[in-house]
């Protein structure tokens, strides 16, 4: 996750001005451009990583079919919880990060804070190496829960601060940590939930329900979070690279902020219900393992 945020931070930083580089004013052009350099990239390093990575730990695994995957998503909750929360979380991150440069541009009025407040965003890579030692303190579920608190304060201080840079600034912040925590947990916890399937449904479905549980919710989270915008957008009276209407920077407002807002707090409504299974969880990794063993 660190090395993702690495990867966010050179794209926030280059991104606009790549755009106007390669657009000479015209940001569809420029858009266009940027976004098949950075697509021919990602394939290389992608090809690349892929020949390159080997694995270390040799283990043994019984192929699982799709129906037993299937199955061991039955009665499985910690997973259902976790599915669900970040499922939504990924919709207020998206919605927050897609919308950024409405806000900046048009009801700040200055569209050269977007890549200043893109590359602050990074500052999320402190708040992802501060959980193991945060993990001392809280349960993950605790911590999950407060992060998310966390980054809807941060950005209600972005709606109380208006047109002031440094409150706004500051909420930025504190919403960006909050959001580098709970972008974090599920893979932190999702080896749990795995495990509680396979004691739970006696199937080990590990790839299947990582899948889903971290790509899936990020994909799908962010296609939905990618359709919000512009429907709130359009029904709002948004025009595109004209002076905007109180109206529609209403409609920007509720998109970058209130939405952002709704979303983290729906996410925290199903982890209110997972501190049962965290509990349980030396029990069934230590069955598990039992289980493993007698059948070597």
């Not at 940027?34 to 090809?47: D, E, G, K, W």
């Not at 890579?125 to 809807?152: C, D, E, H, T």
């Not at 994909?219 to 359709?227: H, L, N």
Request: charged share 10%; net charge positive; aromatic share 12%.
């Amino acid at each position: 996750m660190t090395g993702s945020q690495l990867g966010v931070l050179a794209v926030n930083a280059l991104t606009l001005p790549l755009v106007a580089f390669l657009g000479g004013g015209n940001d569809v052009v420029g858009f266009r451009w940027t976004i098949i350099i950075f697509a021919v990239l990602c394939a290389i390093m992608t090809l690349f990583s892929f020949r390159h990575i080997k694995e270390r730990v040799q283990v043994t695994a019984k192929r699982t079919t799709l129906k037993q995957g299937i199955h061991a998503m039955r009665r499985n909750w910690p997973w259902i919880i976790i599915v669900i929360s970040n499922l939504l979380f990924w919709i207020g991150l998206t919605e927050r990060t897609s919308t950024l440069v409405y806000y900046f541009t048009y009801n700040f009025g200055n569209k050269g804070l977007v890549t200043f407040f893109n590359s602050i965003a990074s500052i999320q890579i402190i708040a992802m190496l501060s959980i193991p030692l945060l993990n001392k303190f809280m349960s993950k579920q605790l911590l999950w829960i407060v992060s998310l608190i966390a980054a809807i304060i941060g950005q209600l201080i972005i709606v109380v601060g208006g047109q002031s840079l440094p409150i706004v600034l500051i909420g930025w912040i504190i919403a960006n940590m909050g959001s580098g925590i709970a972008c974090s947990m599920p893979f932190a916890m999702l080896g749990s939930a795995v495990d509680y399937g396979e004691w739970k449904n006696k199937v080990n479905a590990a790839g299947l329900l990582t899948a889903i549980g971290s790509s899936f919710c990020i994909k799908v989270g962010s296609g939905i979070a990618g359709f919000i915008p512009s429907i709130i957008l359009s029904a709002f009276g948004y025009v595109a690279n004209k002076t905007q209407t109180a109206y529609a920077l209403t409609g920007i407002s509720i998109s970058f902020n209130w939405v952002t807002i709704f979303a983290f707090a729906l996410a925290i409504l199903p982890l209110l219900f997972y501190r049962k299974y965290e509990k349980m969880e030396d029990t069934v990794r230590l069955t598990v393992e039992k289980d493993t063993q007698l059948e070597n």
